[in-house]
């Protein structure tokens, strides 16, 4: 039997993190929804207490990597950082998704820090928060046709490009940039840079307005002959055609499980008020009934939940083999389409479920419901995702399937 249940050594840290969620996120989340480009000052105490957790140990809601070390691997299996912070990314985007992501020091950036960085970036980028810029405005789901380049001169790179829709662009210290060292090589000379604010030739250009998650700001970037030390190069500088692209893009798959797992903290918040809502029309959804005998509404409810579950179901494993020293690539790309999708047809669901209450203010529905489709969309979309399970399956290679 798959058994669903979290891990009981993880209770206390998903107990904080609900409690969090429901005493600071849910009561200003309507707030910053209205006030986009306003930063939520509430958030300032509550980053320092998980800056404290995260340095003893503890973590939970905040970004996090995928970090392997063979000499310290161990005998049998374990649920460790990554699960955990899976788990508390769930408790927290059952709370608000655009204020999760408006952390202090808990962007994606910070995660692709913690994942790939050496241990002498890892202490001299202790306690920035930092952005993650890809999308380019001709470059969106192809991560490889990035035209951002980077040119080494003497002990600095230079960079020159745009990048578009960077989350936390405006607010965060730095930037963990993505740029080529030579076009002519392709995908292999793809690299990460981290650029700090206040860098010569790094500029915020605009910030837009969104549909959704608008308690986090969404910023256009622009970089020009900006220099930045060759040391704030994340990973090897070498350009290797077989493993160059494929250790830049290793960022994905400690990135993916966190984004799936704010699609499920979400979808669980829709289903949980949708519960409510039909309880107090008298719509009675019965667990021990086949979901064909019972009112329609319950039975769409009972759908959804089955969604929902299969989409926590492969998150939880995306994380587990992270902690277990397993490649997770192919698993985070499922959780990630998986979650993604889900998160978006519950929402809309629960929105129809409830009728006119869905789609006014009166409750979040409507609100979740704008805030879910990111979640199919940044980190890769749902048809980048499929794409790259579907050639994980077949073992074809990115030039065979297209």
């Not at 890892?122 to 380049?149: V, Y």
């Not at 206040?198 to 910030?207: H, I, L, M, Q, S």
């Amino acid at each position: 039997m798959i058994n669903l249940e979290a891990p009981k050594k993880a209770g206390a840290l998903i107990n904080q993190a609900y409690q969090a969620a429901a005493e600071v996120f849910r009561p200003i989340s309507r707030k910053y929804d209205r006030a986009e480009h306003t930063y939520p000052a509430e958030l300032d105490m509550f980053a320092a207490l998980l800056d404290g957790l995260n340095s003893s140990g503890e973590g939970g809601a905040g970004a996090a990597g995928v970090r392997r070390n063979e000499k310290e691997a161990e005998k049998g299996n374990r649920n460790g950082a990554n699960l955990n912070v899976v788990l508390g990314t769930i408790e927290m985007c059952w709370g608000d998704v655009g204020l999760l992501l408006t952390m202090p020091r808990q962007g994606l950036g910070n995660a692709a820090i913690a994942s790939v960085a050496n241990e002498e970036q890892l202490k001299r980028f202790s306690g920035i928060w930092a952005a993650m810029a890809i999308t380019e405005p001709g470059c969106g789901s192809d991560s490889a046709a990035i035209t951002a380049t980077a040119r080494l001169d003497g002990d600095e790179y230079v960079l020159n490009g745009e990048k578009i829709f960077v989350t936390s662009g405006e607010r965060a210290d730095a930037v963990v940039v993505w740029a080529t060292l030579d076009k002519t090589k392709g995908r292999a000379a793809i690299k990460s840079f981290v650029v700090e604010k206040g860098t010569p030739g790094f500029e915020v250009v605009r910030v837009e307005h969104k549909l959704g998650i608008r308690a986090s700001d969404t910023a256009v970037l622009r970089f020009e002959n900006c220099r930045v030390p060759k040391d704030n190069l994340l990973g090897t500088p070498e350009i290797d055609t077989k493993k160059g692209f494929a250790g830049v893009m290793q960022t994905f798959d400690n990135t993916r499980p966190l984004v799936a797992a704010m699609g499920v903290g979400l979808a669980r918040a829709a289903l949980e008020e949708t519960a409510r809502i039909l309880a107090d029309a008298g719509v009675v959804v019965d667990y021990d009934k086949p979901a064909h005998t019972q009112h329609a509404a319950a039975a769409a409810y009972l759908q959804l939940e089955a969604d929902y579950e299969s989409a926590y179901l492969l998150t939880l494993e995306s994380a587990w083999m992270a902690d277990n020293r397993k490649p997770n690539s192919l698993q985070a790309s499922m959780a990630k389409a998986k979650a993604g999708r889900s998160v978006v047809d519950i929402t809309l669901k629960c929105v129809e479920l409830a009728g006119i209450v869905g789609y006014t203010e009166e409750s979040l529905l409507e609100k979740w419901a704008r805030d879910a489709k990111i979640l199919d969309i940044f980190e890769g979309t749902q048809q980048i995702q499929q794409l790259i399970v579907a050639r994980r399956i077949l073992g074809k290679t990115s030039t065979e399937l297209k």
